[in-house]
Each structure stands twice: as structure tokens, then as C-alpha cells.
């Protein structure tokens, strides 16, 4: 058996040109959707991140602005600015860029945002509401990665799914999202003991830890879907968390690691980004509204 591999891109085009649409819709409505993505310091690490998301962003028809400010600001400052942004209606999301330096805590800058403008769904309320099934601006790589589930010819209703890794972000979400569509889930990470007892026993799994080669061939059922969320570089390469060669022999799909869920995940990123604006556009009005 050879799996099929799935093309991230072509789903993450598809995508774009449905949010295209919807913006240009909101457009013509006074409501241009418009992100402002923020990182501090060094911008190095992040450039690729962030020129990838412009250029995603023109092709989804959303305005892109990128603000660096110096690694001395404070945090106190850099949450006056994230003040100022949410009270601006020009502004429909905030980005923030990862890494940030040591003495400002990424956490606190994503509780600063604006749940209406949280595009990257770190807000905990963002990530809360997916434990009542009422998902709106989800964590976008986990949105990404059941998605792509979601296009394939597998019935969702009772799968049984294996979650590898259970970060905040990534993980759980996963976990909550997967049993938000009727699938029986179970969840591993660093201490449980025998996780190929658990993927091997999985229709799907989703592999989001971080190390590369951990999933291989031998820890999945026969024709099961690999998700595999791992960005890791070795060798001068970038690689996932699955041994992509044995686990493409046994597997019946699976995620390239590049061209798989990253592409699907800034897709996520400009299809949020156009929500927000909508839901922003129906706040105003209903805020606003003349008496009658």
C-alpha cells in the first residue's frame, strides 16, 4: 500500500478563494478587511512567517500591515499599542509574532487581544469556546489540520482518532474539535506509555510534538489518514514528526511536511481574519443601531 498524499496547497487555494470572495463582499459593504501583524526586536526568525502571510493575505483580498517595534519596548507599552488597535474599527485582526523577547510573556500579549479580533484564536476565550462545540475563531493549525480531515472520504461519525501531543494550541483543540464531530478520540503525550498501542488502534492520527521520525510505519493501521503537524528541521531540510517513508507504506493518506497542513493553516489564518471582520461589522451595527 502507498498512501495518498495529501495536497495541502490545493485545499488552502480552494480556500482562499472562497474567503476572496467573502472579502470582497465586506468590501463593498465599507469593511476592507485589515490585519496588522506585530513582532518586537529581531524580526529574523519570523520574516518568512510573516512575508508568507502577506502574500497570503493579498491573494485572499485582505489588507496586510506588518509593525515592528524595538525589543526594549515593555510590556506595558506593547499593551497600549494592542489597546489602541482593538479600539480601531480600521482594524479587523492582530497577529502576534512569535519569538518575543524574554521579558515580554506571549500569553499576556494574546489575552490583550480582542477576542472579535483574535484571528490566531489564542485567545483563552477562543480556545474555551471550542469545548461548548461553538467554534468561531478557532487556533488556526488545529482548524487546519481537522479540516483537512474533513476532505477526506471518511465518515467522521464515531472514527476513532489518536491525538499525539496535547499542547493548548494544537493538541487539545485537535482533541475538542475532533469530538465536537462525533469521533472517539484519545489523546497522548509525554507520559503515556505505549503510544503505538493507541495509533495503531486509530482510523486517523494526528502527530503535533515536535520530534521528528517519532511516528513510523509500524505504530499504523493499514490504511489509516496521517496528519502530521511537525515543522523540524534537520540536515539543512525541513521534516515532520512521522517518518514519512515507512508511514507512507502503511498509511492510506498522508500530510507532506512542507505542503501539507502549513499552507492550510494561513489559509485558516485570512478565512478567520474575514470573520472577524464580519462579526465586527454586525457588532458595530447592532451596538449603533438607531431606535425605532
Not at 20 to 29: H, S
Not at 160 to 175: L, M, N, Y
Not at 215 to 241: E, Q, S
Amino acid at each position: 500500500m502507498t498512501a495518498t498524499i495529501i495536497d495541502g496547497k490545493a485545499i488552502a487555494a480552494r480556500m482562499r478563494a472562497e474567503t476572496r470572495a467573502e472579502a470582497e463582499t465586506l468590501a463593498g459593504a465599507g469593511w476592507a478587511p485589515r490585519l496588522v501583524s506585530i513582532s518586537v526586536g529581531d524580526v529574523a526568525a519570523a520574516e518568512l512567517y510573516v512575508r508568507n502571510q502577506q502574500k497570503s493575505a493579498e491573494a485572499a483580498g485582505v489588507a496586510f500591515e506588518a509593525r515592528n517595534y524595538p525589543e526594549t519596548i515593555s510590556l506595558e507599552q506593547l499593551t497600549g499599542v494592542l489597546a489602541g488597535l482593538n479600539a480601531d474599527p480600521r482594524v479587523n485582526g492582530i497577529i502576534i509574532q512569535r519569538p518575543l523577547p524574554g521579558h515580554i510573556p506571549v500569553k499576556a500579549l494574546q489575552k490583550a487581544v480582542h477576542p472579535l479580533k483574535d484571528v490566531e484564536g489564542m485567545h483563552p476565550s477562543s480556545i474555551g469556546n471550542i469545548v461548548y462545540n461553538d467554534l468561531a475563531l478557532g487556533p488556526c493549525t488545529a482548524v487546519a489540520a481537522v479540516e483537512i480531515l474533513k476532505t477526506l472520504p471518511l465518515k467522521v461519525e464515531g472514527l476513532d482518532v489518536c491525538v499525539i501531543g496535547h499542547s493548548e494550541i494544537v493538541g487539545k483543540p485537535i482533541a475538542f474539535l475532533m469530538m465536537g464531530l462525533g469521533a472517539t478520540v484519545t489523546v497522548c503525550h509525554h507520559m503515556t506509555r505505549q503510544v503505538a498501542v493507541h495509533s495503531r488502534a486509530a482510523d486517523a492520527v494526528f502527530v503535533a510534538v515536535g520530534k521528528p521520525g517519532l511516528v513510523t510505519g509500524d505504530m499504523l493501521k493499514p490504511g489509516a489518514a496521517l496528519i502530521d503537524i511537525g515543522i523540524n528541521r534537520v540536515d539543512g531540510k525541513t521534516v515532520g514528526d512521522a517518518d514519512y517513508d515507512s508511514c507512507a507504506q502503511v498509511a492510506g493518506w498522508i500530510t507532506p511536511v512542507p505542503g501539507g497542513v502549513g499552507p492550510v493553516t494561513v489559509a485558516i489564518l485570512m478565512k478567520n481574519a474575514v470573520l472577524a471582520t464580519r462579526m465586527q461589522m454586525e457588532h458595530y451595527r447592532s451596538a449603533f443601531a438607531a431606535a425605532v
